[in-house]
């Protein structure tokens, strides 16, 4: 399909949301001058006030005057006189799909790279380009990787893609408004509704008389059947015009892969699932680490620990980049499957270019640890900037774990607090085993339904596990607490603790953390002993 094609779509599409809400607020208008020319009352009355309260939302929708912008990612945009080798490639590219340049590239934490332009009139008139390029993709990918991602975005400006795309941009959020307002109405009566039958069932039990039960099941049923009329055209809406979307996505893959490359094209594709994948799990296990016991890392290490992450992960990486998934993640999505865009670039003939520019894009720039430390500068929070930081990611984890330790509240702890109204301390919690009321103790813990009708030994085994890992998590603490522990860091793999004593032994199966397992199952047993449990911990100071 043609762009002229394509924007005569957009403009039947939006017109289309007009002649719905005209239809409706026709219908609106018919059933109040039926009602008036051949019934009277206060029926007449009511049905025009909600045809009134209904035709508002329709009314606001249609005259939404501008198209609203999406909210910008947070980065630091970068000059060509900070940056030439990076303006130098933008610049290549733009000229290499024949289209225009940004006028300002913008470095973002996001694995992400778009080029948006603020065009006028529904896009008619042109406006200025932005590039925004996430240094997540700089670090995990090559530059001719790179290459190949700017030239898939470039070639929806030269494919005409972008032209008038402020039409589908506007119908979609003038359909959201409408919906959103209806329910927002029906929420609204909904709660007015309970509000009332709450009051009035508090006034029954005050006289004596049983409460009634609380239903609203058909409270702004009429709001909910407009919202539904809308979001039924929004999700045709939605599916005509990205069904056009993913067919400009294939047509930019074969752009990127006549400038950049077959194979650098192909691998792009690969790796940035990937990289998105990495990127999340590295900011919840290791960037924010640290955000509880509010300390951050060494400066530039927030993101500039991910390009660790990803070399010493690299085997990992490799079975995920032949993983690819295979279905859109859902019917409203603008992208085919990213196997099936594999697939057809991988079949395109050898080009010869897979050798050409092979080095880390992260080299593109002047400076990447200085651009890394700025980037925390601008995208995180003032609160988080004022957290102390450590001096290395070793210290970061110790710091972390023993915050998260000394205030860990398991259900065990809970149930001892209860049982015994004394803080729930290794020592309470000794002393309750000791004599002989641990499955007591047990019977406060919530409950599995099996668990709860169980009795005697099937009790012990069904509550067994949830004790031991309680227990644990009160013998580390008891250790950090102390400061006899230990964690140690890796990028490879997850932390481990090591326990006093572990760098005498010789294999894991004799060192400290066999002889913690072995003393909570003593200390589990059906009849238990806690004396290895107490002989883990060395004795505590006494005063002089």
Same mark, same amino acid.
Not at 28 to 37: E, V
Not at 96 to 124: C, F, H, K, M, Q
């Given at each position: 399909?043609?762009?002229?094609?394509?924007?005569?779509?957009?403009?039947?599409?939006?017109?289309?949301?007009?002649?719905?809400?005209?239809?409706?607020?026709?219908?609106?208008?018919?059933?109040?001058?039926?009602?008036?020319?051949?019934?009277?009352?206060?029926?007449?009355?009511?049905?025009?006030?909600?045809?009134?309260?209904?035709?508002?939302?329709? #009314?606001?929708?249609?005259?939404?005057?501008?198209?609203?912008?999406?909210? $910008?990612?947070?980065?630091?945009? #970068?000059?060509?006189?900070?940056?030439?080798?990076?303006?130098?490639?933008?610049?290549?590219?733009?000229?290499?799909?024949?289209?225009?340049?940004?006028?300002?590239?913008?470095?973002?934490?996001?694995?992400?790279?778009? #080029?948006?332009?603020?065009?006028?009139?529904?896009?008619?008139?042109?406006?200025?380009?932005?590039?925004?390029?996430?240094?997540?993709?700089? /670090?995990?990918?090559?530059?001719?990787?790179?290459?190949?991602?700017?030239?898939?975005?470039? &070639?929806?400006?030269?494919?005409?893609?972008?032209?008038?795309?402020?039409? #589908?941009?506007?119908?979609?959020?003038?359909?959201?408004?409408?919906?959103?307002?209806?329910?927002?109405?029906?929420?609204?009566?909904?709660?007015?509704?309970?509000?009332?039958?709450?009051?009035?069932?508090?006034?029954?039990?005050?006289?004596?008389?049983?409460?009634?039960?609380?239903?609203?099941?058909?409270?702004?049923?009429?709001?909910?059947?407009?919202?539904?009329?809308?979001?039924?055209?929004?999700?045709?809406?939605?599916?005509?015009?990205?069904?056009?979307?993913?067919?400009?996505? %294939?047509?930019?893959?074969?752009?990127?892969?006549?400038?950049?490359?077959?194979?650098?094209?192909?691998?792009?594709?690969?790796?940035?699932?990937?990289?998105?994948?990495?990127?999340?799990?590295?900011?919840?296990?290791?960037? /924010?680490?640290?955000?509880?016991?509010?300390?951050?890392?060494?400066?530039?290490?927030?993101?500039?620990?991910?390009?660790?992450?990803?070399?010493?992960?690299?085997?990992?990486?490799?079975?995920?980049? &032949?993983?690819?998934?295979?279905?859109?993640?859902?019917?409203?999505?603008?992208?085919?499957?990213?196997?099936?865009?594999?697939?057809?670039?991988?079949?395109?003939?050898?080009? &010869?270019?897979? $050798?050409?520019?092979?080095?880390?894009?992260?080299?593109?720039?002047?400076?990447?640890?200085?651009?890394?430390?700025?980037?925390?500068?601008?995208?995180?929070?003032?609160?988080?900037?004022?957290?102390?930081?450590?001096?290395?990611? $070793?210290?970061?984890?110790?710091?972390?774990?023993?915050?998260?330790?000394?205030?860990?509240?398991?259900?065990?702890?809970?149930?001892?607090?209860? %049982?015994?109204?004394?803080?729930?301390?290794?020592?309470?919690?000794?002393?309750?085993?000791?004599?002989?009321?641990?499955?007591?103790?047990?019977?406060?813990?919530?409950?599995?339904?099996?668990?709860?009708?169980?009795?005697?030994?099937?009790?012990? $085994?069904?509550?067994?596990?949830?004790?031991?890992?309680?227990?644990?998590?009160?013998?580390?603490?008891?250790?950090?607490?102390?400061?006899?522990?230990?964690?140690?860091?890796?990028?490879?793999?997850?932390?481990?603790?090591?326990?006093?004593?572990?760098?005498?032994?010789?294999?894991?199966?004799?060192?400290?953390?066999?002889?913690?397992?072995?003393?909570?199952?003593?200390?589990?047993?059906?009849?238990?002993?806690?004396?290895?449990?107490?002989?883990?911990?060395?004795? /505590?100071?006494?005063?002089?």
């Amino acid at each position: 399909m043609g762009a002229t094609l394509r924007a005569l779509r957009a403009l039947v599409l939006l017109f289309g949301f007009y002649l719905l809400s005209l239809v409706l607020l026709g219908a609106l208008a018919g059933l109040d001058i039926a009602l008036f020319t051949w019934g009277h009352g206060p029926v007449a009355l009511k049905v025009a006030i909600v045809s009134v309260l209904l035709a508002i939302p329709v #009314v606001q929708g249609m005259f939404m005057l501008r198209t609203p912008r999406g909210e $910008e990612p947070a980065g630091i945009a #970068v000059t060509e006189a900070e940056e030439p080798r990076l303006w130098a490639l933008v610049r290549d590219l733009a000229a290499a799909t024949g289209t225009r340049a940004p006028g300002r590239i913008v470095l973002t934490a996001d694995v992400n790279a778009a #080029v948006s332009e603020r065009s006028r009139l529904l896009g008619l008139l042109r406006g200025p380009r932005r590039l925004y390029l996430g240094m997540p993709l700089l /670090t995990g990918l090559t530059e001719a990787q790179l290459r190949a991602v700017l030239a898939h975005e470039y &070639g929806h400006f030269s494919g005409g893609d972008t032209r008038l795309s402020a039409l #589908v941009v506007r119908g979609r959020a003038q359909i959201g408004r409408v919906i959103g307002q209806f329910h927002e109405r029906a929420d609204g009566k909904v709660a007015t509704e309970r509000a009332r039958q709450e009051a009035a069932s508090a006034k029954r039990v005050a006289k004596g008389k049983k409460a009634k039960t609380v239903d609203t099941r058909g409270t702004g049923a009429t709001y909910r059947t407009m919202a539904a009329i809308y979001t039924a055209y929004g999700k045709l809406y939605l599916r005509a015009s990205l069904s056009t979307a993913r067919a400009q996505e %294939y047509a930019a893959d074969l752009a990127a892969a006549r400038i950049a490359g077959r194979d650098a094209t192909a691998s792009a594709l690969r790796e940035i699932p990937v990289l998105a994948a990495s990127h999340d799990f590295y900011l919840d296990s290791y960037a /924010t680490l640290g955000l509880p016991a509010q300390l951050l890392p060494p400066r530039g290490e927030f993101f500039g620990g991910f390009g660790r992450l990803l070399s010493a992960r690299e085997g990992e990486l490799r079975k995920l980049r &032949g993983e690819l998934p295979t279905e859109p993640a859902s019917p409203y999505d603008s992208h085919p499957p990213i196997a099936d865009r594999v697939h057809r670039i991988e079949a395109l003939p050898a080009d &010869g270019r897979t $050798e050409e520019a092979k080095g880390a894009a992260l080299a593109l720039l002047t400076d990447p640890r200085r651009t890394l430390a700025v980037l925390e500068d601008t995208v995180l929070t003032d609160e988080v900037l004022a957290f102390p930081r450590t001096g290395a990611w $070793e210290e970061l984890l110790d710091a972390s774990m023993a915050k998260g330790l000394s205030s860990a509240r398991t259900p065990l702890h809970r149930a001892l607090a209860d %049982y015994t109204g004394q803080p729930p301390t290794l020592a309470v919690l000794v002393e309750v085993i000791d004599g002989g009321r641990l499955w007591q103790l047990a019977e406060r813990m919530p409950l599995s339904e099996q668990a709860a009708a169980a009795k005697g030994r099937a009790f012990r $085994e069904f509550v067994r596990p949830r004790l031991g890992e309680a227990l644990r998590t009160m013998v580390l603490a008891e250790f950090s607490a102390r400061s006899l522990l230990h964690w140690e860091f890796s990028w490879s793999r997850p932390a481990a603790v090591r326990l006093p004593g572990w760098a005498s032994q010789n294999t894991p199966d004799d060192g400290p953390e066999a002889a913690l397992e072995a003393a909570v199952d003593a200390a589990l047993a059906d009849h238990p002993d806690t004396a290895p449990l107490r002989g883990l911990l060395p004795p /505590t100071p006494q005063p002089a």
